[in-house]
């Protein structure tokens, strides 16, 4: 297969990666130990885009305080849909960024940073783009993470966690119904 | 707008080909500058003109080593000036010159060709009153990682950006994506024929 090829079926893992990263950041508290940045946080944000896996369907547009505990959300994914867009926060050693990830191509929009510490102009561009690179390269090892699992022969057992972590929304839903 | 101050929404490129070896800084000062936003006048036929301007002036075409060059990035913006004449302003002078013509002629009605040339004298008339829309999207270029990223995230603005990024630098821009993000994450080669391989999985419990 063709490179071209390659890029265009693989696209849907970056939804697959959204949904990973929203599972993660309710596991364990949201702690992931990364390979060369050590332990980040991660947080799912005021605003969630769901769409369905396959073919086309409604959008879950939500957003507000916690969208990610709602009973939408739970609904949403149970029905088979993942999210194509994520407002994250990620936190590394007292330092945080917040930023909307979308699903289709992986780019950061409306992305904040660390304040800038430094004075002088030229120190602040820089130190600017040393924080850009730092969350670009967090996300990087984040996405090799979701890769290995994704490849390794126990992803179907990763996916049964995913699995009883969706039906644990929808059963807490029943309860407090 | 982006690389010094406001928002970081940006796309990200990873740069395909070869560099050249030596005199690196000199050659990519003199592409630049061969590229650089050119002027927008009245007569000319096309209506909007791309190119590159200075990242700390968008008026300034006039590169230089030190205003291209920040350490091991290379810094500039994309610049796209565009003539923005209101349709119902150049309707309602246009008609309003064919109206004058008849009357000089003494016509009734004028041709298809005479109102094309009308409305065409009109627009350089009314371009002359006002000054081209000017719009500025910076691009950074770290050299040593070869990312670029490129601060607007409108497809009109990316095709623009690469079209004109190939043409200055001859390389390629590949967009980043999951498939592109495994390659220069370096991951194995048959992890990627694996990924290549892989099909969408379902999660919900509903769909087994």
Redesign the interface.
């Known amino acids: 297969?063709d490179?071209l090829?390659?890029?265009e079926?693989?696209?849907?893992?970056?939804r697959?990666?959204l949904?990973w990263l929203w599972f993660t950041s309710e596991e364990n508290n949201g702690t992931v130990n990364l390979p060369t940045h050590g332990e980040v946080e991660l947080f799912l944000d005021d605003r969630i885009i769901l769409e369905p896996?396959?073919g086309d369907g409604n959008r879950h547009m939500l957003s507000g305080s916690e969208p990610a505990t709602s009973p939408e959300a739970a609904i949403a994914?149970?029905?088979?849909k993942?999210p194509s867009e994520l407002k994250l926060k990620l936190v590394q050693q007292a330092r945080a960024w917040a930023?909307t990830l979308k699903g289709d191509?992986?780019?950061?929009?409306?992305?904040?940073?660390p304040e800038v510490l430094s004075a002088a102009?030229?120190d602040?561009?820089?130190e600017?783009?040393y924080l850009?690179?730092e969350i670009?390269s967090m996300l990087?090892e984040l996405?090799?993470l979701f890769?290995e699992q994704?490849?390794d022969d126990d992803w179907g057992l990763r996916?049964g966690s995913?699995?009883n972590w969706?039906?644990e929304k929808n059963a807490e839903l029943s309860l407090s119904a | 707008m982006g690389v010094f101050s406001g928002t970081l929404s940006y796309a990200r490129y990873f740069v395909e080909g070869e560099l050249p070896d030596t005199s690196l800084r000199e050659t990519f000062l003199e592409r630049v500058q061969q590229y650089a936003t050119p002027e927008l006048t009245v007569e000319a036929e096309e209506e909007e003109v791309v190119g590159w301007s200075c990242v700390e002036g968008l008026l300034d075409t006039n590169f230089s080593i030190e205003k291209l060059f920040f350490n091991e990035y290379m810094i500039f913006s994309l610049r796209t000036d565009t003539w923005r004449i209101p349709s119902t302003l150049l309707k309602a002078y246009a008609q309003e010159a064919e109206l004058k013509i008849m009357q000089e002629k003494e016509k009734d009605k004028l041709s298809k060709q005479e109102k094309k040339e009308i409305r065409e004298v009109v627009k350089q008339q009314l371009k002359r009153k006002s000054l081209p829309s000017i719009s500025g999207y910076d691009v950074c270029w770290h050299l040593d990682q070869n990312i670029v990223r490129f601060w607007s995230l409108s497809s009109k603005k990316n095709e623009m950006f690469v079209d004109l990024f190939e043409k200055t630098f001859q390389v390629n821009l590949v967009p980043l994506s999951p498939y592109t993000w495994a390659e220069k994450a370096e991951v194995a080669e048959e992890d990627l024929e694996a990924m290549a391989q892989l099909e969408a999985q379902a999660f919900s419990p509903l769909s087994e």
């Open positions: 297969m490179r090829q390659n890029i079926n693989t696209r849907f893992l970056g697959e990666f949904l896996v396959h994914l149970h029905i088979n993942i930023f191509d992986l780019q950061l929009r409306s992305l904040r940073i102009d030229d602040r561009l820089y600017r783009l850009l690179e670009e990087k996405f090799t890769l994704r490849l996916v995913i699995q969706i039906h």
